[in-house]
């Protein structure tokens, strides 16, 4: 069996990075699955729901802003999978059997896990697990920031998810950086410059 890794929240200047780990069945629907990023909301909301009801296992890690900030994205990333790995392992310790379980991870490193990884750059688009990981993660880290919308209105978090919009670029310099803010990531101004 196979347990995709994915990663959202990569490019964002504000809010966490947020990674999933998900074992599907092999009849799942091939049809409900694609790249998060090429699919409407619509359909990562009806593939979330399809992942959540049939996958055999899953789990959700996050890594803050803060620590984007103190240990770099790239190592964020992989702190969040290593972490979707303990919460899948929680939620499902029946599938955990090493001789009979890898991980294939999208991009081109893969954390420290205790089952063979494998790290495979665009997975998310032609592994099902992965691509089931992908929308897991996405669909978990958009709704976390809508609900920083409501604590941080002035940023607009809600529309852009803390991707680096003008809005969201705008609303930095207007009102400073909020609490979720990346601050190790430059924000430019309306002529170019950095803050």
């Not at 790995?85 to 001789?99: C, I």
């Not at 592994?127 to 002035?154: F, G, H, N």
């Not at 909020?178 to 430019?188: G, H, N, T």
């Amino acid at each position: 069996m196979i347990c995709g890794f994915d990663e959202a929240g990569r490019g964002p200047l504000a809010g966490p990075v947020c990674a999933a780990a998900v074992i599907l069945p092999p009849d799942f629907p091939p049809g409900l699955l694609d790249d998060s990023k090429k699919l409407s909301p619509k359909k990562r909301e009806a593939a979330r729901l399809a992942i959540l009801e049939r996958a055999l296992a899953w789990g959700v890690g996050w890594a803050s802003a803060a620590e984007i900030d103190r240990i770099n994205i790239m190592r964020s990333s992989l702190a969040a999978m290593a972490r979707a790995w303990e919460d899948l392992v929680l939620r499902s310790p029946r599938f955990l059997a090493p001789s009979a379980l890898r991980a294939v991870v999208d991009g081109l490193y893969a954390p420290e896990l205790p089952i063979p990884a494998e790290a495979l750059v665009k997975a998310d688009a032609s592994v099902p697990a992965v691509m089931a990981a992908s929308i897991l993660a996405k669909t978990q880290r958009d709704r976390v920031m809508e609900l920083y919308d409501a604590v941080y209105p002035e940023y607009g978090y809600g529309a852009h998810k803390g991707y680096p919009t003008s809005a969201h670029r705008e609303a930095v310099l207007r009102c400073g950086p909020s609490p979720i803010q990346r601050l190790s990531f430059a924000v430019k101004g309306p002529a170019g410059g950095l803050s």
